[in-house]
Each structure stands twice: as C-alpha cells, then as structure tokens.
C-alpha cells in the first residue's frame, strides 16, 4: 500500500535526540532557543515561540490578541477542527464563512459582509499548503480595524508577495504534528513581529511565569521540550528540500491527472501538504484507489459546523459543503519514490478509462 503520509526521519534526527538525553537538558532549553530563532529566520519573522502542539500555539495567539468573550472571529468551516476551537477556548465565537469558488481557502470577497461590532480578527487557514489570499484580508482588515491571525498549520515555508506564511499578520501558529512538511514529532510554534505579543505568549506558555516563582498572569504548561526542539532543529534544514519535492510529484500529478479530474492549481505559493484533487465520484475513486493499493485521504469529510460541539455557529457555506463531497487528496510526501507515482497515476487514470 502506497501511504497518504509518511515522515521522514533519519539519523541526523535520532543524533540531535541522543545529544540532548546526554546533555540532561531535557525540558526546555537551548534546543528551544535555537529552533525558535532559527524557525523565525526562515519566517522573515522578528520572533517565534515555541509550544507543544500547533492548538496551544493557536489557543496563545487568541489570548495574546485580546480575544475573549463576547468576541467574534471570522473563520472557514473546511478546515481541521482546532482552527475554530481555539477561538472557543479562548472564549469567543467563531464566525464561519465560505471558501473561495475555485479553491479551498477562506473567500476574502464574503468576509466583509460578515463583520459586526463584535468581531475582533479575521482567521484564515492556508489550507494544504496554499496561501490564503493575505492582500485581500490586509485590506479587509485595515479597513475595518481588525486582526489578522494565519492558520500555518500546513503551510511551512509557502512563499508569495515578497513573504513567507506566518509574517503577514499580527500573527501566525504552525503545527509539527507527523504528517506535516516538517515535524517535532509534536509541536507547535508562533510567528510575530510584536515584541510585547511575543513576550505576553511566553509568559502565558510557562504558567505566567516571568521569574521562578513569580506568576504575574494566569497562564499554561505549553512549553516545547529540547528533545522536541531538536527533532525540528534537523527537520527545518530539510525543509526546502521536502517541499522542493513535493511541488515536483505535485507538478508531474497536474501534468497527468488535468484530464481526468480537477487538480489543484499553484496561485499562492503552494508547498502541498496536501494534493488534493475534485472528483464527481470521489467515494467510488478512493474505493478503486484502495484495491489497487493507494491510499488517500479525504480531508475534511465534516463542515466544522456540523459537529456537535460547534452547532450553535451554523452558517451557510455551499462552497465548502461540495468540497466535502468531492476533496481528495492522493500521496504527495517527499518519501514517494518514482515508481509509485506513476503507479498513483495509472490507478487514478484507470478509473475512468
């Protein structure tokens, strides 16, 4: 079976493991320091801070900004659940909007109309890997006073107007979990170039600590250990490349599958975390897909909405309710070798012809 997903982890990354176990600088510590100055250079960032998984960098980024009850938020319901959630821990209300007509990200054109007196920031995800449309949200924005938060989760390193994801707005959270283009195993990270927010997430990560034993906030234990750190440390130095390899199967999968189903066009930056695909008779594809030994995925089968937890947010998203019905997204990690991605082609071609 050819995986969706599979990370790649080598020697370089079991080595920075070994060196921080001798070390006995296990929690945070330098290791973090590093990975949080280096992950900023790449970002063109002035700052990052390191948490342990991509939800407590997005639940910091929320506190840091403000928002609170009573709060709204602008969001898209095609996205991973924490995307919303975290607007929820913090206590405000996530507004959902639709996603663009020929696209996966939050449309900028049907934001305006969905601002009120309580909204507080607009949240947009740069979904599998593809840039929102960030111009378009800074004017929204300025226009109207708000925040801009990115949602980087699946975005490392995509690159367009002269930035990189997670330096356009008041701030940006990223996710290392597995399956990402690079991994800590589990992580996460904040963007900023607002000293103050910077130290306000800092303090609010190590239970409002500004010197031991001193709390002068209410806060969290969401500290990176160096272990992790140093994973990522290894990871970031292969970024380029993973993601290098990525637009190469991704270029190749255009090339071959654009007469057969619509594939996913590189407007902003794509670096593919996903490759995903629109397909009328997605289900009985990934059926066929399976028995020829190719996995896929389909994320996300749910409107965020829909879930239990976030009922009372029901909104009308017709965009993002097809893409439930006809997203698929087909094995596009570095780790594929040539043979198997022709193989995913001949099964994806197979099926229609």
Known sequence: MIPIANPRMGLEEREAVDRVMQSGIIAQGPEVTKFEEEFANMCGVKYAIATNN??????????????????????????????????MMAGAKPVFVDVEEDGFCLDSE???????????AIHPVHLYG?????????????????????????????????????????????????????????????TTNDEAF???????R????????????????????????????VQLTKLQGFNARRREIANIYNDKLSKYVKVPENRRGHVYHQY???????????????????GSGIYYPTLLYDYEPMKD???????????????????????????????????VVSFFE
């Open 130 to 190: 593809e840039l929102a449309n960030v111009p378009s949200f800074l004017d929204v924005c300025k226009k109207n006073n708000l925040i801009l938060i990115e949602d980087c989760a699946q975005a490392h390193s995509a690159s367009s107007w002269q930035g990189k994801a997670g330096s356009f707005g008041k701030a940006g959270w990223f996710s290392f979990y597995p399956t990402k283009n690079m991994t800590t195993s589990e992580g996460g990270m904040i």
């Open 54 to 87: 991509g939800t407590t960098s997005g639940h910091l980024v929320m506190l840091a900004s403000g928002i609170g009850p009573g709060d709204e938020v602008i969001t898209t319901p095609f996205t991973f659940f924490a995307t919303a959630s975290v607007i």
């Open 110 to 120: 049907k934001v305006e109309s969905a601002i009120t007196d309580r909204t507080k």
């Open 276 to 294: 995903t695909i629109l397909c009328e008779s997605r289900d009985d594809l990934r059926d066929h897909l399976l028995e020829a030994g190719v």
């Open 198 to 204: 910077a130290d306000s997430c800092k303090v609010m």
């Open 206 to 233: 190590a239970h409002g600590m500004t010197a031991q034993y001193q709390h002068t906030e209410f806060g969290y234990n969401y500290r990176m250990t160096d272990i992790s750190a140093a994973i990522g440390r």
């Open 313 to 347: 947010y029901v909104s009308d998203c017709p965009n993002a309710k097809k893409l439930t019905e006809t997203a698929l997204s087909l094995p596009v990690h570095p780790a594929l070798k040539d043979e198997e991605i022709s193989k995913v082609i001949d099964s």
